[in-house]
């Protein structure tokens, strides 16, 4: 059989294996990104339209634009090209894309040892799979009241399939891009870059719940494994039992005794303290002040139902963590809260990743860097599939001006949760104090690709504007950030814009404004501080840095690497106040 083979850099592509290797390894590839890259390849240095790649791809299916953005963006990383230069592949704006690597093609004969050897490679058709998606569950039911039920079985199976340290089980977020989008599984799972998908369905009869479940390849679309269950809702968790150790089974997972119990751990076996948990996940995030409010007093009233539901105390802390990383409450009143109820969680199960996680994220803003650090890799050891700790972890870093480290965790978490506009936003934030401006802008536009309708990137770009000094070009960015959250935060930021530009009554007037709202609502002292650092009126900054100090105010993990500060760096007070909080100078 002739075998087509293209070499670039340390990369073989062979046809006939379906297979790219590196350095003699092979790389990991989807079916789909594997077709993506061999086209590009055959049509080196030609431009390929994104119309005719998704002809190409995927013929036949209705297939959202997005899924090609995302696709390029997996293939990029398994080639291992960094933002700041594209060796292999070039993105033609508005158009599509062109292969600019040196390829050069060969037809020869393979021998039998190269078959073996790369069957060795490749572990055969026996290998476990090491990747997975669980997409959202369908809900059958005209009543959306279900919607929360059926979310959660989604949430619980991704949660206890995540505890697995040999399998990458992608995040949430990621995954519940897909809900409600009709859409196969072989493409749901190339667009997430992973061997398989599990999708299900719920729909209630009478007093049953019928559960269908289905394993898919995505390589080749094959069933692995597929059930339907009927069953009363109080056996919901014998249901999701049998589901995770049929997946393991079918993915040929070789599970420790530890892992085995772990995995079938729910907790409760309290139905009504259940339900009420997963209305609270889900109202959570939801991620508005009203909803999160909501799913605090669901997880509270779970709690009072069954006051040992350890997963129920690690949510209700993570929930009052969101309202101060929102701006909505002050760290001194939500830390305490947050603290007692992840305690709480670890008196009844020390093994829980999400109670370590929420006393990282406590730690970390109250300036307790070692604790932080040790609750984070704690989180990470029982829960390796976890983008959110890898998130917050990267934030820990950035906070130490590591970034070397941090960008290394948010690239982790990118991994688990590659369609998150967060975890973009993220990485941008690590680059501004790299001065990595240009590519900082770029994983913005990322988020905004992913979600047209994400605040934050907007909000992002203005702060690297305002740090390259372009104030002319933060402030629109600004605007339409605040014209979709009503952040203080961002509001101080444009309110800095201004005064750093001249524009003292358009300062002036936000200053005023900020100081009026802050009888009415919280708001943060640092969106005040903002305006003076941009008016240059130091000492008034200063003693408001001081107010923030007695306040506690999570703000303060940031004074090493956010760039507003910067004006204030050479002041002896600034470095004073460094050492107070413990950070290195």
Not at 99 to 105: D, E, L, S
Not at 115 to 144: C, H, I
Not at 438 to 454: K, M, N, R, T, V
Request: aromatic content about 10%; proline content about 4%.
């Amino acid at each position: 059989m002739d075998t087509r083979v293209y070499r670039f850099g340390p990369f073989r592509l062979d046809t006939a294996a379906r297979k790219l290797f590196r350095d003699g390894g092979v790389v990991p590839l989807t079916a789909k990104l594997f077709d993506i890259l061999l086209l590009l390849v055959e049509r080196s240095g030609q431009l390929v339209t994104k119309e005719d790649l998704m002809r190409n791809i995927w013929p036949g299916l209705f297939v959202e634009a997005n899924n090609l953005t995302v696709s390029m963006s997996a293939l990029r990383r398994a080639l291992g090209e960094s933002r700041a230069g594209r060796e292999y592949i070039e993105t033609v704006p508005k158009q599509g894309y062109r292969f600019v690597g040196r390829a050069v093609y060969e037809a020869s004969e393979p021998s039998e040892k190269t078959l073996f050897r790369e069957q060795r490679l490749t572990g055969g058709p026996a290998d476990a799979v090491s990747s997975l998606a669980v997409l959202p569950f369908t809900n059958l039911e005209e009543d959306k009241n279900l919607d929360y039920f059926v979310d959660g079985v989604t949430e619980t199976i991704i949660n206890s399939m995540s505890r697995l340290s040999q399998l990458r089980v992608l995040a949430r977020s990621s995954v519940f891009r897909f809900r409600r989008r009709e859409v196969e599984p072989q493409v749901a799972g190339a667009e997430l870059g992973v061997e398989a998908v599990l999708v299900g369905s719920v729909r209630r009869v009478q007093d049953l719940l019928i559960i269908g479940v289905e394993l898919v390849k995505v390589e080749d679309g094959s069933q692995l494994w597929g059930e339907r269950y009927e069953r009363k809702p109080s056996d919901i968790f014998s249901v999701q039992r049998e589901i995770t150790e049929e997946i393991s089974k079918s993915l040929r997972l070789k599970l420790t005794s530890e892992q085995k119990l772990r995995l079938v751990n729910y907790y409760t076996d309290n139905i009504e303290a259940y339900n009420l948990y997963l209305k609270g996940r889900y109202f959570w995030n939801k991620r508005t002040e009203k909803e999160i409010r909501k799913g605090i007093r669901c997880l509270e009233e779970a709690i009072e139902v069954d006051e040992s539901y350890a997963p129920a105390y690690a949510a209700l802390g993570a929930c009052f963590l969101s309202l101060t990383s929102m701006n909505i409450l002050p760290a001194v009143e939500t830390l305490p809260i947050a603290r007692r109820a992840a305690t709480k969680a670890l008196e009844v199960d020390d093994t829980l990743a999400e109670a370590y996680a929420v006393l990282g994220i406590v730690d970390l803003y109250s300036w307790n860097w070692s604790s932080a650090r040790s609750e984070f890799e704690q989180a990470l050891a029982l829960n390796p599939n976890s983008a959110q700790v890898y998130f917050w972890y990267s934030t820990f870093w950035l906070t130490l001006g590591k970034t070397d480290e941090a960008l290394t965790a948010a690239k982790r978490s990118q991994m688990l949760d590659p369609l998150s506009p967060h975890v973009c936003t993220q990485i941008a934030r690590i680059l501004v104090p790299r001065r990595q401006y240009d590519a900082a802008i770029e994983y913005c536009h990322q988020a905004i690709e992913l979600d047209a309708s994400f605040p934050w990137a907007e909000g992002i770009i203005g702060l690297i504007h305002s740090a390259k000094g372009d104030y002319e070009a933060a402030i629109p960015k600004f605007k339409k950030c605040i014209a979709m959250t009503d952040d203080t935060e961002t509001t101080g930021l444009l309110g800095y814009a201004y005064a750093a530009l001249g524009r003292m009554d358009e300062a002036l007037a936000i200053l005023k404004e900020l100081q009026h709202e802050s009888k009415e609502r919280y708001v943060p002292t640092f969106a005040i501080l903002f305006i003076y650092i941009g008016l240059k009126d130091k000492d008034r900054a200063f003693e408001l840095l001081e107010r923030m100090y007695e306040e506690r105010s999570h703000m303060l993990a940031a004074l090493k690497v956010f760039p507003v500060f910067d004006y204030l760096r050479a002041d002896p007070r600034f470095s004073y106040l460094l050492r107070r909080v413990g950070l290195p100078e």
